[in-house]
């Protein structure tokens, strides 16, 4: 059974900083794409960020390119996400997703979300 558990949210003030963490167990974390995706109230779930396998190839959305910054440790079966310079905007709970372990960047694991609050 895949389960993946994020960590790292809270509150911080306009222009401050947090490193988001997920923690992967059950499968084979080091094969598979992973991904961090956020959804603020009143809205859908959104892609921010995804990384490869080897963490050579990563992907972010326009909102957050230059600001965010994804990684991964495979030893640690774990992915990050560093977000700097944050706005109220950036304010959602952040999920982590797992991607298959053939390497295709389909999301059928989902973490439990963490909350993410901006303040201006």
């Known amino acids: 059974q895949v389960q993946l558990v994020e960590s790292g949210g809270g509150l911080v003030q306009a222009g401050g900083s947090l490193r988001l963490s997920c923690a992967a167990s059950?499968?084979?974390?080091?094969?598979?794409?992973m991904g961090w995706f956020r959804q603020a109230p009143g809205k859908e779930r959104e892609f921010v960020a995804t990384i490869n396998w080897s963490g050579g190839i990563t992907n972010y959305a326009d909102s957050v390119k230059g600001r965010f910054a994804i990684s991964r440790d495979n030893a640690k079966n774990t992915v990050y996400l560093q977000m700097n310079s944050l706005k109220p905007e950036d304010t959602a709970v952040y999920y982590c997703?797992?991607?298959?372990?053939?390497?295709?960047?389909?999301?059928?694991?989902w973490g439990q979300g963490t909350q993410v609050t901006v303040s201006s």
């Open positions: 997703a797992s991607g298959l372990e053939d390497g295709t960047y389909r999301w059928d694991y």
């Open positions: 059950g499968r084979t974390f080091r094969t598979a794409p």
